[in-house]
């Protein structure tokens, strides 16, 4: 099945860094850029449910835009308005977003001699059938976005999935997700395989419906010992990444870039460069120019890696940070798409975030001027300009 006709990409910058190539100048975008930090978000949400906004292709492409239209020329890429969480609900397990709280589910897979277990791991999912409204909701963003910058699409990570799945929302102590992969280690093998299967086509088919990268998310992954990171969370990381390309081969797709991000597996870093995956997501907690050194030298690109924190520290905590990574991170010509470390934050002020951005263009800018001097780093500057689309008065 061949893809649906798009305008062709006017910003390519983070697609071509994500697969290795220089750029002018650091891609950038935020996870969780569209949300609850933006006033507009909760103008289009309404009083409708928040998994209600993610089945309505309109209202959630509505929501992806947002951060595009409010920071145009500053960041290159969207992220589809929607939930790691869609899958578990695909494989029919009830989930509810609990305002100010966060998801829950009411009747959680406590342990495997629970008749759901047997329920959930005998039911036949049709990722392509149940999930149709993401990838609606992808093709019509496509379409809206008339090739400005790049659509990720997006996939929780077996851990993670598992995490909410056992527990049934977020956790202080995992006590049961760990009861589950010490105890019941088999059991929760079998279940962490299913749900790796149904990512791969789950993400195949938003690439056919016009998803240009996608990334998994393994926001959990930090609650795990080395040892078990190496048991219970890479092994499905691996497949995702070993299976992805072969089914969009299959279904007559293109490859797409693919981004990891385990959230606290600082530990993991050299094995997630031995992977398929082009780039490697990192969280705070690893300093940048170390980070970077470690990638380089296994040729992979790094996205991250600001403390989201910081956008509550005000302007100069904010300059200071992007100074630390755009200089760890090499300048930004290659290797490194700019983020944060984790998502942006509600209560955050969508000002602090723009210059965040800001920031991030000045810095890579004047890191570029200074390693090309007599003045070709101007050019290079100008470049970069004509790249932003900004008519720059003062320039
Ligand atoms: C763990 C996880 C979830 N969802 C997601 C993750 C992985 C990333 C991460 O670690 O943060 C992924 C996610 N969730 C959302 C997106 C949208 C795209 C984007 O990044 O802009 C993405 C990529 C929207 C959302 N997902 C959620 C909201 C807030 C919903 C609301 O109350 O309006 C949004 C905008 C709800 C959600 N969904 C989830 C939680 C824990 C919560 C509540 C926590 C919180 O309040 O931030 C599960």
Known sequence: MASYYHPPLKNDLLLRTARGEKGSRPPIWVMRQAGRYLPEYHKAKGKKDFFECCRDPEVASEITLQPIDRYEGLIDAAIIFSDILVIPQAMGMTVIMVDKVGPHFPD???????????????????????????????????????????????????????????????????QVVKTWVYKHNTEAKALLQKIAELCVEYLAQQVVAGAQIVQVFDSWAGELSPAMFKDVAMPYLEWICDRLPKRLEELGEEKVPMVVFAKGAWYALVDLCKTKYDVIGLDWLHDPKQAYEIAQKHGKVVQGNADPGVLYGGREAITQAVKNMVEGFGGGKQGWIANLGHGVTPHVNPDDLKFFFEEIHRFSDEYQERAMPNGSGIKAAEQQMHERNILHSDW
């Open 108 to 174: 959680p897979l406590a342990s495997p001699s629970d008749e759901q277990y047997k329920e959930v791991m005998e039911k036949e999912v049709d990722v392509v059938k149940e999930l149709s409204y993401v990838y609606q909701a992808i093709s019509l963003t496509r379409k809206k976005l008339e090739g400005r910058v790049p659509l990720f699409g997006f996939c929780g990570a077996p851990f993670t999935l598992l995490c909410y799945m056992v527990e049934g929302g977020g956790s202080r102590t995992f």
